[in-house]
């Protein structure tokens, strides 16, 4: 396991507007420390559970790191950044949540790892509890409470997104209707950052398809020649009789 993906990181619950923040000073053409100095002061008034009030510095500023994942990513993750900004571009801010998704992802493949066993138990149920999220995750990452707590953190900003609903029973979610991602080329950008949050950076077109970490969105069927044609980055390999294996270039 890489040290990405070793990275837990979410301790705090990450509200959708923060992020829709981050990519407006972007698209404003604001510098990472002019940034940084505006984030400074717009989350010292956020608060985690979408309201508004004093904060201490050391709350917001786990914030801050979480939201660096727009604006100061890894070096291997600028290329994926750079390219789901200029779709910002062209999209109203309510429908950029595919977009946070997929640099969030990219950053943080435990926020990803707990989409995964979210969807995964969605498969099997329509109800599902924060109990039974909470013993895959420490299968995969050890039984710590710093896994708990990321993982509860994780699944409460999955709320706020408005991808999970809280039930009637406490610490029990139902799943919300998908986001439509109807750009093809965003749902190669999607699959981009599944690659990039699996240890070995590879999966097969198949598993991406349906793939349960990805259970959120409704995403448009794309051929393997789609993403070869849209992609300078993953490689596509054939695979098996009728499948075909999508591979990060030079990982």
Known sequence: ????????????????????????LMLAGMSEAEIRNELDEFLKTQKQSGGTGKRGEKTYGMAVGIL????????????????????ARN??????????????SASYPFW???AKQVGRLFNLQDQITQAQVFGRIKEQYGDRETVA???????????AWGILKDSETKGCYEKSPPFCVTDPKLA???????LYATPDNKLTLSLLLKNPALFPFHIPIITGDFIS????????????LDDELLKLRGK
Request: charged share 20%.
């Open 1 to 24: 396991m890489g040290k990405r993906h070793g990275k837990l990181g979410i301790k705090q619950t990450i509200q959708p507007h923060w992020m829709d923040r981050v990519v407006q």
């Open 68 to 87: 660096a994942s727009w604006f100061s990513p890894d070096s291997d993750l600028v290329a994926l950044r750079d390219d789901v900004l200029m779709l």
């Open 91 to 104: 999209l109203p801010i309510e429908q950029w949540l595919p977009l946070h998704w997929v640099v969030i």
């Open 112 to 114: 990803f790892n707990v």
């Open 149 to 159: 707590r990321n993982a509860r953190y994780t699944m409460r900003s999955f709320v």
């Open 188 to 194: 190669v950008l999607m699959f981009e950052a599944a």
């Open 229 to 240: 044609q849209h992609s300078k980055r993953i490689e596509i390999i054939r695979y098996g």
